[in-house]
């Protein structure tokens, strides 16, 4: 999915801010480049997940300025993990789907992971960008 301004005869009807920020998506918006699935600062946002897979999966976004490279940079203990890495988690069943809710963070761009044993490291990591929003959206 591309999304653009919408303009007619030269001028900006609806800005891409306009048309991304405050509304509801069938599907992710993401920055046609990167893939990066994109929602605006402060936000309740929904996500849908689904697991096509046979094992169980997790959603995991990182907090603000946590950045992993490998799973041997995760702590040993959930507690920790919960505490210093993760700013919202949520597990989803084999064959299962899960809408998760929580308020985007901050304007930047944040590491998403599996972190369950052995995926994270076989490649299983996204992103999140959080924008500006718009006033009034």
Not at 1 to 15: F, K, M
Not at 44 to 61: M, Q, R
Request: hydrophobic share 40%; with cysteine; proline share 4%.
């Amino acid at each position: 999915i591309t999304a653009r301004p919408i303009i007619d005869a030269g001028e900006i009807i609806a800005s891409l801010g306009m048309r991304v920020l405050g509304r509801t998506a069938a599907t992710d918006v993401t920055d046609p480049v990167s893939g990066t699935v994109i929602v605006p600062a402060g936000e309740e946002i929904s996500i849908e997940i689904t697991n096509d897979g046979s094992v169980l999966h997790e959603w995991v976004l990182m907090q603000p300025g946590v950045n992993i490279e490998s799973e041997a940079d995760l702590p040993d203990t959930e507690e920790e993990l919960l505490a210093e890495f993760v700013y919202v988690e949520d597990e989803v069943e084999a064959g299962a789907n899960k809408t998760l809710t929580f308020t985007a963070p901050d304007v930047g761009t944040y590491q998403v992971i599996c972190a369950i044993e052995s995926h994270f490291d076989a490649g299983m990591e996204g992103s999140l960008t959080v924008v500006e929003a718009e006033a009034g959206s």
